[in-house]
């Protein structure tokens, strides 16, 4: 499978863990996209990179969530300290820089928080 | 910042009928607007997209017309299938950058 994987895919977790997402690109595709997907809703933007470099990040992003991308490969997103409201599936989407908006989407790891 | 919304919310039709999803955005800089089809449990597929500089873009059942005077871009389907049935996002955005998603629009196509 050449597409955008996600690790895990279910985490449930009790509240005040932390916990930790792996976002696997598309190979070759220098830009890597997290969103956060909550019921009925579109996905809402978190953060972005190119490369290794991380460009943008929400507003919504409190201190508690933390996102690497430190070869410019894989990312990584950590939720520190989980509130129930954090409860959301998290997708993370790769595009390729020349010319490629096109983001693609991996199927999301969906979290729970008690 | 954008805002891109969305209607309408749930979209009803019978088999080989047309549906039509409409949306409007706000930040006259956004020149890239894709659809998103998404099956319950499943991640957002691409089905189309478009860019400023086209006014409109078919492929095969499926068309997208863009306004950039009134920004606002719908999606087009045609002769729907029940297959069709699922949510269908669209989103604006700029360059390379983030993509803001509209809420989405359930479409049940019943056979």
């Known amino acids: 499978d050449t597409g955008v994987s996600q690790d895990p895919r279910h985490k449930i977790t009790k509240r005040g863990q932390n916990v930790t997402f792996r976002c696997d690109p598309i190979s070759e595709h220098n830009r890597l996209y997290w969103y956060r997907q909550t019921l009925g809703q579109g996905p809402e933007f978190l953060t972005y990179?190119?490369?290794?470099?991380?460009?943008?990040k929400s507003r919504l992003l409190s201190d508690r969530f933390s996102a690497e991308r430190p070869k410019g490969s894989f990312s990584t997103l950590e939720i520190q300290r989980t509130e129930q409201g954090d409860s959301a599936m998290y997708l993370c989407a790769s595009s390729y820089g020349q010319g490629g908006e096109t983001q693609y989407f991996g199927p999301g790891t969906r979290l729970l928080v008690l | 910042g954008e805002n891109v919304e969305q209607h309408p919310s749930t979209l009803s039709v019978q088999e080989g009928d047309s549906a039509v999803i409409k949306c409007t955005y706000s930040d006259s800089a956004s020149n890239y607007f894709p659809w998103y089809k998404q099956e319950l449990g499943k991640r957002p597929q691409l089905i189309i997209d478009?860019?400023?500089?086209?006014g409109e873009k078919k492929d095969q059942r499926i068309a997208v017309t863009l306004n950039k005077t009134a920004k606002h871009f719908s999606l087009h389907i045609t002769e729907t299938q029940p297959e069709d049935s699922a949510v269908y996002f669209c989103a604006a955005g700029t360059g390379f950058q983030k993509l803001v998603f509209g809420t989405g629009t359930r479409l049940l196509v019943s056979p």
């Open positions: 478009i860019r400023s500089n086209v």
């Open positions: 990179f190119q490369n290794e470099a991380q460009l943008e």
